[in-house]
């Protein structure tokens, strides 16, 4: 019996007798099977797709990448612009669109479903198996991601060190999060207010280990303000020691780095340094009155990082299966 015959279509499509699945009782629910497995769905929910990520590029023009990110990719549905008192639109015009979260179900189940109608268990189909298996994890891996991640911030001075970070839930409550700040004199003594505040409310986390800070590079174009690169040259103080490179050990995002402990790692734009399960990315900076500088570190934790990583090795190897397949179906027919 053709079983994705009689699923989708109904029994008279896999060789048995009656009428054809959309007369049946269980004609709507084929109807469904098919709408959810068809081709034209998956052309739209990736020009949605398309729509999403260019509205919310341009929406990052009047607010802060992270809570434009949170809106529009970390939502079931969101609303464009985000701030109408930002942008200048008003209020009645904002456009209604689909979350990331939802475009993102709404492709996985569409693949799932395409990939039950339509695939035929071969072993010539193997690589075509294993490119659709990658893309589920992939699309897997950003709800997970999404779902687990945590986003934390670290400042530390010259010279200093750093060990406790502040969540970005703290950060997200503006009225609590300039409260803290009240009286301060200082960037140093606003941030340990904040910290303070935060540990008060459960919304600091220790790292088990510490950064210190040896030097802040921070670099002009030429015959003006503004920055061409700034980075932290840090040392990781972990007495429990560690190996360089991946997710876990002091390293850089390639896999080059330090040995924890000692030697300095500088972490850049584009290099952030790996450690104890975090990820600290270089975010900004401030300079003090007496011309001191301080770093301010972007420090995340993702339980699902690794999903993207074994997406693209089995799309990757996917893709080479099948070449390789047939290549040697087209050599055997010479």
């Given at each position: 019996?053709?079983?994705?015959?009689?699923?989708f279509?109904?029994?008279?499509?896999?060789?048995?007798?009656?009428?054809?699945?959309?007369?049946?009782?269980?004609?709507?629910f084929?109807?469904?099977l098919?709408?959810?497995?068809?081709?034209?769905?998956?052309?739209?929910?990736?020009?949605?797709?398309?729509?999403?990520?260019?509205?919310?590029?341009?929406?990052?023009?009047w607010?802060?990448?992270?809570?434009?990110?949170?809106?529009?990719f970390?939502?079931?549905?969101?609303?464009?612009?985000?701030?109408?008192e930002?942008?200048?639109a008003?209020?009645?015009?904002?456009?209604?669109?689909?979350?990331?979260?939802?475009?993102?179900?709404?492709?996985?189940?569409?693949?799932?479903?395409?990939?039950?109608?339509?695939?035929?268990?071969?072993?010539?189909?193997?690589?075509?198996?294993?490119?659709?298996?990658?893309?589920?994890?992939?699309?897997?891996?950003?709800?997970?991601?999404?779902?687990?991640?945590?986003?934390?911030?670290?400042?530390?001075a010259?010279?200093?060190?750093?060990?406790?970070?502040?969540?970005?839930?703290?950060?997200?409550?503006?009225?609590?999060?300039?409260?803290?700040?009240?009286?301060?004199?200082?960037?140093?003594?606003?941030?340990?207010?904040?910290?303070?505040?935060?540990?008060?409310?459960?919304?600091?986390?220790?790292?088990?280990?510490?950064?210190?800070?040896?030097k802040?590079?921070?670099?002009?174009?030429?015959?003006?303000?503004?920055?061409?690169?700034?980075?932290?040259?840090?040392?990781?103080?972990?007495?429990?020691?560690?190996?360089?490179?991946?997710?876990?050990?002091?390293?850089?995002?390639?896999?080059?780095?330090?040995?924890?402990?000692?030697?300095?790692f500088?972490?850049?734009?584009?290099?952030?340094?790996?450690?104890?399960?975090?990820?600290?990315?270089?975010?900004?900076?401030r300079?003090?009155?007496?011309?001191?500088?301080?770093t301010?570190?972007?420090?995340?934790?993702?339980?699902?990082?690794?999903?993207?990583?074994?997406?693209?090795?089995?799309?990757?190897?996917?893709?080479?299966?099948?070449?390789?397949?047939?290549?040697?179906?087209?050599?055997r027919?010479?």
């Amino acid at each position: 019996m053709n079983w994705q015959g009689w699923i989708f279509n109904g029994p008279a499509s896999s060789g048995g007798t009656g009428t054809t699945g959309g007369t049946t009782g269980g004609g709507v629910f084929r109807r469904a099977l098919r709408a959810l497995a068809s081709l034209r769905l998956t052309v739209a929910l990736l020009a949605l797709s398309c729509v999403l990520v260019t509205l919310a590029t341009l929406d990052m023009h009047w607010n802060e990448i992270h809570r434009a990110q949170r809106h529009y990719f970390e939502a079931w549905g969101a609303l464009f612009p985000m701030s109408p008192e930002a942008s200048g639109a008003p209020a009645w015009a904002r456009l209604p669109l689909p979350g990331g979260l939802l475009l993102g179900v709404a492709l996985l189940a569409n693949l799932v479903f395409a990939f039950g109608r339509y695939f035929r268990a071969r072993w010539r189909n193997a690589g075509v198996a294993l490119v659709h298996l990658g893309v589920v994890v992939l699309l897997a891996g950003g709800f997970v991601t999404s779902k687990t991640r945590e986003e934390f911030t670290l400042s530390i001075a010259e010279g200093g060190t750093g060990g406790e970070l502040v969540s970005d839930a703290f950060e997200r409550d503006k009225d609590a999060y300039i409260a803290a700040q009240q009286g301060a004199q200082s960037y140093a003594e606003a941030f340990a207010k904040v910290t303070a505040a935060a540990r008060a409310r459960g919304l600091t986390r220790k790292l088990g280990f510490e950064l210190r800070l040896e030097k802040f590079i921070h670099e002009r174009h030429p015959g003006t303000d503004i920055p061409s690169r700034f980075a932290s040259r840090v040392v990781v103080l972990d007495n429990a020691g560690g190996g360089a490179g991946g997710d876990g050990a002091t390293g850089s995002g390639t896999g080059s780095g330090v040995t924890a402990g000692g030697v300095p790692f500088e972490i850049s734009m584009n290099r952030p340094l790996y450690h104890g399960g975090y990820t600290f990315y270089q975010s900004s900076w401030r300079t003090e009155a007496d011309g001191r500088q301080i770093t301010i570190l972007q420090v995340v934790r993702n339980a699902g990082w690794w999903l993207p990583y074994a997406a693209m090795w089995l799309i990757g190897g996917g893709m080479l299966l099948q070449f390789l397949l047939s290549l040697l179906r087209f050599l055997r027919r010479r």
